[in-house]
């Protein structure tokens, strides 16, 4: 997939540049965003990329008075999706879809999007079906989940999928993280609560860690953002008291991300 800039920084003037674009948007020639929030498929078959959030059962209850799984939606979407379309040559969807495991379009996401994992569970089915939806080459990004007591219940679920495939932290010269950026060094992406308070972590979780699973070819099914909040970085990316360093890094993660889901 050809880029419009590969290998160039985020800058922050290029950021800002951005930003500028995301809030003038009524102004900017961009269709209106597809305000679709069903799990029953995919409405926008005439794009490159669509992006999909994984719905899925927890036992921690809700936050906010809405599902876990829903947590930042729909603006975290809205204004990481604006961003691909201003500054790659993916022809993305201007919103995102809401994808139950069970639906039969699933295999029609090559990307999913999973949030707040921190005590997911599966049935069986649930389970046998996204196995085999990341042995056929799929990709699943994981996000937004703090602290030992969470990491257990991740790992739990994650069992349930692939209970004899091993956790492992991603080296930095995977090319996960060169794709089209190169990100030598890991940035703490916190979410904007803790931002605000001057610290870059939640609970006991105080180190960011990039983990994945691999399959028997070395590609990544699973990449896991641990102790770290990406969804936050793009949905607060116009708010001038959450640092730019965080949202630049939130964006050029998710587009290498994007990318070598799309490109193995």
């Known amino acids: 997939m050809a880029m419009s800039h590969p290998g160039m920084p985020l800058t922050a003037v290029a950021l800002t540049a951005l930003l500028a674009w995301m809030v003038a948007a009524d102004t900017s020639g961009e269709p209106p965003a597809d305000p679709g929030r069903d799990a029953q498929g995919p409405r926008a078959f005439h794009t490159d990329f669509q992006f999909a959030r994984l719905q899925h059962s927890t036992d921690m209850g809700r936050v906010w008075g809405r599902e876990r799984w829903l947590t930042d939606w729909p603006e975290a979407e809205l204004h990481l999706l604006l961003g691909i379309n201003r500054i790659t040559r993916i022809d993305a969807a201007h919103s995102g879809r809401l994808v139950s495991i069970m639906d039969e379009d699933l295999f029609d996401y090559p990307f999913l999007y999973a949030v707040e994992p921190g005590q997911w569970r599966f049935t069986k089915r649930e389970a046998a079906r996204l196995r085999d939806y990341l042995l056929r080459g799929d990709f699943l990004l994981v996000d937004d989940f703090h602290g030992s007591f969470e990491w257990q219940g991740f790992a739990t679920g994650l069992r349930q999928i692939f209970p004899d495939r091993q956790i492992v932290e991603i ?3 995977d090319s996960l993280f060169h794709t089209v950026y190169d990100l030598p060094e890991p940035t703490p992406i916190p979410g904007i609560g803790a931002a605000l308070s001057g610290v870059t972590w939640e609970r006991d979780g105080m180190t960011p860690h990039w983990r994945g699973v691999y399959d028997d070819e070395g590609r990544l099914m699973v990449v ?41």
């Open 171 to 173: 080296p930095r010269d």
């Open 224 to 264: 896991i953002n641990f102790n770290m909040d990406l969804g936050d970085g793009w949905e607060h990316a116009d708010v001038p008291e959450y640092a730019l360093r965080y949202t630049g890094a939130a964006y050029r993660h998710a587009i290498n991300y994007i990318v070598y889901a799309m490109t193995h």
